[in-house]
Structures are given as structure tokens and as C-alpha cells.
């Protein structure tokens, strides 16, 4: 009878931490693409107005890091779990880190070689991997595939790619990878997918052992495979690296 109590109360001890858990909050990605005449002037701006901003909106903004593409294109990207707040506050933010840096707004509209592309999107967590020591300033590059999927396919695809990357951690693949789902700025049909890593010939490196080591031996793989990538219509792959 002791034993039947004790089994319960472990049961009813579980059931309350599985209940009073709450949900990871969601993390939703703020991008501004564009292209400018000077990569060294964009990079010097941007990493004052970081500082700043972090500064400032610490309550909103949860990080925030500038790139380069090889497209030519420059990429700026702000994370934040709040984004009601963060539409909110932030171009007074903005104004106060451009108070912060005299000069920064003048040189940066001189600067400018194209119109300022935003787009709001959230991760799909259930979709990526996050390693847990994961620190973004360690990797200074990121590949970065913009591609749509058939509206009425999106369950579909997302499904397999959940399964994917379930399949990934278990395979023991350890490095990050992370997908997003446009809400603002492009279809909702869109996806994006943001592989950092060390440099552009570690991320070569990585992917050619998880390809001839890993994935292509991998039944299981290769049938996820199959459903995700004919769904898969690429916008555009760019390779990118964080300004230092």
C-alpha cells in the first residue's frame, strides 16, 4: 500500500511539473536588407549604433548583429521575444542610440546604394537546432537561403522538417541551424534558414561530413529529404559574415 501511495504522489509530482512548465516564448526576427556603397563605412555605423541600441532597449532587444553578403547585399538582424514592445518602441530606440552616435544617421543615409527592405519573422523552434553553449559572436559566417513553399504544402513541409530535425540531433549533428517563417515583409509562405558557423570553410567542411558521413547513409534522412526539398523554391542563397 506504501509503495501504491509513493507511486502516486511521484505521479501527481510529475504531472504538476509537466503543468506549471511554461512554453519557451517565442523569438521573432527583425531584418533589414539592403546595400550600401561602402562595406567598411556600414560596418563602423552599425557596430556603434549596436552598442546603443542593446543599450537602450535592453527591456526589448534581445540581440543584434550587422552583415555582409556576398550578394552585396547588407543584412541587419535583431532578435527579440517581445514584439509588440519592440514594434512599439522601436524607432524611438533608434533615435535615442542616433543621439548616442552624432554623425551615424547622415553617414549611413550618404551611404546608402538601395531602399531598405524590412521583414519580420519567428523561429520555428520545433524546425531548427540550437546547440546549448550556442554564443552567435563565435561564428562569423552564415549561410543563408531565403525559399517558398506551396501554400496549401506548408503543413506538409514543416512536418517533415521537424522530423528532420529530430533526425539531426539524434544522428549526434550538432551544428546550429535555424529556420524562420516570414510573418511581414515576405509571403507567408516563405521560409528562411540561417546556418552559422565558424568561417565559410568550416561550414563546407561540416556539411560535407554530415553529407558523406552522416545523412546520405541515413534511409530515414533521405526519405525526409524527398518530401522536403521538391516542396522547396529557393528566393535566394547568400553567404554572409558578421561585422567585427
Known amino acids: 500500500?506504501?509503495?501504491?501511495?509513493?507511486?502516486?504522489?511521484?505521479?501527481?509530482?510529475?504531472?504538476?511539473?509537466?503543468?506549471?512548465?511554461?512554453?519557451?516564448?517565442?523569438?521573432?526576427?527583425?531584418?533589414?536588407?539592403?546595400?550600401?556603397?561602402?562595406?567598411?563605412?556600414?560596418?563602423?555605423?552599425?557596430?556603434?549604433?549596436?552598442?546603443?541600441?542593446?543599450?537602450?532597449?535592453?527591456?526589448?532587444?534581445?540581440?543584434?548583429?550587422?552583415?555582409?553578403?556576398?550578394?552585396?547585399?547588407?543584412?541587419?538582424?535583431?532578435l527579440t521575444e517581445n514584439l509588440g514592445a519592440f514594434l512599439d518602441q522601436g524607432m524611438e530606440i533608434y533615435k535615442k542610440a542616433s543621439k548616442e552616435n552624432p554623425g551615424v544617421y547622415e553617414s549611413d543615409s550618404a551611404n546608402a546604394n538601395a531602399p531598405i527592405v524590412r521583414s519580420i519573422w519567428y523561429r520555428m523552434a520545433e524546425m531548427s537546432q540550437t546547440p546549448k553553449d550556442f554564443i552567435a559572436e563565435k561564428y562569423a559566417f552564415r549561410r543563408i537561403t531565403i525559399f517558398t513553399v506551396p501554400f496549401d504544402k506548408a503543413d506538409e513541409f514543416e512536418d517533415a522538417q521537424t522530423k528532420r530535425s529530430a533526425l539531426a540531433i539524434k544522428l549526434g549533428i550538432t551544428t546550429p541551424f535555424f529556420v524562420f517563417k516570414a510573418r511581414y515583409g515576405y509571403s507567408t509562405n516563405t521560409y528562411m534558414t540561417i546556418e552559422p558557423d565558424e568561417s565559410d570553410i568550416a561550414y563546407?567542411?561540416?556539411?560535407?561530413?554530415?553529407?558523406?558521413?552522416?545523412?546520405?547513409?541515413?534511409?530515414?534522412?533521405?526519405?525526409?529529404?524527398?518530401?522536403?526539398?521538391?516542396?522547396?523554391?529557393n528566393v535566394r542563397i547568400d553567404q554572409v559574415y558578421i561585422v567585427k
Open 1 to 78: 500500500m506504501k509503495k501504491i501511495i509513493f507511486s502516486l504522489a511521484v505521479l501527481l509530482m510529475s504531472a504538476s511539473q509537466i503543468l506549471a512548465q511554461t512554453p519557451s516564448p517565442i523569438s521573432y526576427l527583425a531584418m533589414q536588407e539592403s546595400s550600401v556603397k561602402s562595406g567598411s563605412v556600414f560596418a563602423a555605423n552599425q557596430l556603434k549604433m549596436n552598442a546603443s541600441i542593446l543599450k537602450i532597449g535592453k527591456e526589448v532587444v534581445g540581440s543584434r548583429y550587422a552583415h555582409r553578403g556576398e550578394s552585396g547585399r547588407t543584412y541587419v538582424m535583431t
Open 204 to 233: 563546407y567542411t561540416h556539411r560535407k561530413a554530415r553529407q558523406e558521413q552522416i545523412t546520405n547513409n541515413n534511409k530515414e534522412w533521405q526519405a525526409l529529404n524527398k518530401i522536403t526539398s521538391p516542396l522547396s523554391t
